[in-house]
């Protein structure tokens, strides 16, 4: 319930609308409350007084009472509805908000699946009661106990009799409503599977022909439909007797009533009007207790959905501004980490303990095996985790003490693999600096080797990239990437791996294009292929988290110490490649 207050929070805006909606909510059930009553002294006036002119006043008095219904109800539905998608969009937008407050440690740890689903799976059930809940309690609350206190009042014998049949109909109706929901689930998830085949199947068909596996794949999809036929079967069974049951449950309860209240006409305890009364407030009351059932069920499916989405909307990113954060200034590049160490989980300490200094302007190269901590080292000093101790300064500031936002201006990042946005190429490269003259704009994908691959694509600047698009090579992408770069503009700049997916051709133009946006910048690269950290000032060698060597090139080489060996490996390993290419 605690979750649920906190979904009517998001209603309280629009408070007014919703008044005004339970309202017209009650006028509306009180007339359909009425209208029994009405259709009681009709048949009585027809049956037993035979009197024509009140026959005529009482049907247009019914007729009045339906289009009340019609007008209120109208207006209920719509001032409910309305505020609900209003909330909800409300709603999604700030959680689409709150993500972005989120620290990167938040999407390293879930699966892209997950938090989509719970933005938008989870909200959707949400949506499904959040205005429903308090308007059908409402609605059905009045015609249950209305609808039982006007009939105990006209009989309460009968009255008697409609709570006893009425809950029959219901359970059963709920005990196997129940059941065909769940064997729908179970095929929807069954099909699913198949599903899933049928999609690798598809991006996958040119191992499938290779490995000539289509038997295997025919039997893999034939098992899985097979198993939905399964459940499907069941469900088939149960659906085939529950509706012609339920209507001879209905019609069965009907005749009891119809049978004991006919004897109570003749015997004269009731008039004939009093026992279609009587009738029609049967289905009214049954109605409410089947809904009854049914909102309990979605309600608990919408606290799970909201717990769920609460969980994250309660979360606070781990790196973020303190109450104290000043905007950094201007940088000049000047970085230093004291005794810094960081892990991503307790039991195992990735960053232990580095120490060093680096001169505005230079160019760093760090070096070591794969999962040396290289990565997690410039991830610290982008700021995307914060040191468990120790201390990153940039420019002497110490980087907790700053506005994050001042500076993640000021700092760049090129990584291993660039995925672009949906939209044109202009729009990618701008985004470093929107509304940016395009001749700027220009001047950087030159320096970033893209301008001439950007002019050949159908049409220049304006192609459409992704999905919708045209597909870019990895190199292509990269180069879009650095573009981006030069237009930011930053003192501090990153390269983690940034050619080490590409192709030899790529990578030179990359190079150069890299090269060209390292001046001038205090500039880390991570590289992979070791002949482009010959001209860095200053190479550091991490291995299982510690600095266990730094200087120039020609420094560690004399010391033959792991950069000497993996320049070596690696060398040897370079001499190898450019003979295959040759061959
Ligand atoms: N998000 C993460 N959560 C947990 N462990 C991680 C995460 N990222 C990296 N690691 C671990 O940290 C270690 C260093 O990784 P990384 O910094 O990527 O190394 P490198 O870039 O030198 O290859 C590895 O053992 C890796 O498994
Ligand atoms: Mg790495």
Excluded at 107 to 131: A, H, L, P, Q
Excluded at 545 to 552: A, I, K, N, P, Q
Aim: hydrophobic share 45%; glycine share 6%; proline share 3%.
């Amino acid at each position: 319930m605690h979750s649920y207050k906190r979904l009517l929070v998001l209603l309280s805006p629009y408070k007014n609308a919703l008044f005004l909606g339970a309202f017209c909510l009650v006028i509306a059930s009180l007339t359909n409350l009425a209208v029994p009553l009405y259709i009681k002294k009709l048949v009585d006036v027809v049956m037993v007084e035979k009197n024509m002119a009140l026959m005529n006043n009482l049907t247009l008095s019914i007729a009045g009472l339906f289009l009340i219904q019609l007008i209120f109800s109208t207006a209920h539905n719509y001032l409910f509805d309305l505020t609900e998608k209003r909330a909800i969009t409300d709603f999604r937008i700030k959680l689409f908000k709150h993500l972005h407050t989120l620290s990167l440690s938040f999407f390293v740890k879930r699966r892209t699946g997950e938090i989509v689903s719970r933005m938008t799976n989870d909200i959707t059930t949400i949506e499904n009661i959040v205005t429903d809940l308090p308007a059908t309690l409402l609605q059905q609350s009045i015609r249950l106990f209305g609808g039982i206190i006007i009939i105990t009042y006209m009989n309460w014998k009968l009255t008697g009799l409609i709570l006893v049949l009425a809950p029959v109909l219901v359970v059963f109706a709920r005990t196997f409503g129940r059941r065909l929901k769940k064997l729908s689930t179970e095929i929807q998830d069954k099909l699913a599977v198949s599903t899933t085949i049928l999609e690798e199947n598809i991006s996958c068909i040119q191992v499938v022909k290779s490995f000539v596996r289509e038997h295997l794949e025919n039997q893999r999809f034939g098992d899985a439909l097979e198993d939905s036929y399964q459940s499907a079967k069941k469900r088939v069974i149960i659906s085939s007797f529950f509706g012609p049951s339920i209507g001879f449950i209905a019609f069965s309860t009907s005749l009891i009533l119809l049978w004991y209240g006919g004897r109570e006409v003749i015997l004269g305890a009731i008039s004939p009007g009093e026992l279609i009364a009587f009738i029609l407030y049967a289905t009214i009351i049954a109605g409410p207790m089947g809904s009854f059932a049914r909102l309990y069920a979605r309600v608990q499916e919408g606290m799970g959905a909201s717990k769920r989405v609460f969980e994250i909307l309660d979360m606070e990113g781990e790196v973020r501004d303190t109450s104290d954060a000043k905007p950094i200034p201007e940088l000049s590049g000047k970085v230093e980490f004291d005794n810094v160490r960081f892990h991503y989980r307790e039991d195992q300490e990735i960053i232990k303990g580095i120490h060093f200094t680096v001169e505005p302007g230079q160019t760093v190269a760090l070096v070591g095996p794969s999962g040396a901590g290289k990565s997690t080292l410039v991830q610290l000093l982008h700021r995307f985790y914060d040191p468990i101790s120790g201390e990153i300064r940039v420019d002497g500031i110490p980087l907790k003490t700053v506005q994050l936002a001042s500076y993640w201006k000021q700092i760049g990042i090129v990584p291993q693999e660039t995925i672009l946005f949906g939209g044109t190429i202009l729009q990618n490269i701008e985004y470093a600096k929107p509304g940016v003259l395009k001749e700027e704009l220009i001047v950087a994908a030159k320096a970033a080797n893209a301008h001439n691959f950007i002019m050949e694509c159908p049409d220049g600047y304006e192609t459409v990239v992704g999905e919708k698009g045209i597909r870019l090579s990895a190199g292509q992408r990269q180069r879009i990437a650095i573009a981006r770069a030069i237009l930011k503009n930053p003192h501090i700049l990153i390269l983690d791996e940034a050619t080490s997916a590409l192709d030899n051709e790529s990578e030179l133009l990359i190079q150069d294009a890299l090269e060209r946006l390292m001046q001038g910048r205090t500039s880390f690269i991570i590289a992979h292929r070791l002949s482009t950290i010959h001209t860095a000032d200053r190479i550091i060698v991490l291995d299982k988290g510690m600095l266990v060597e730094s200087g120039t090139h020609n420094q560690l080489m004399q010391k033959k110490g792991l950069y000497h060996k993996l320049y070596t490996l690696k060398s040897l390993q370079m001499v190898e490649e450019t003979e295959n290419i040759v061959n």
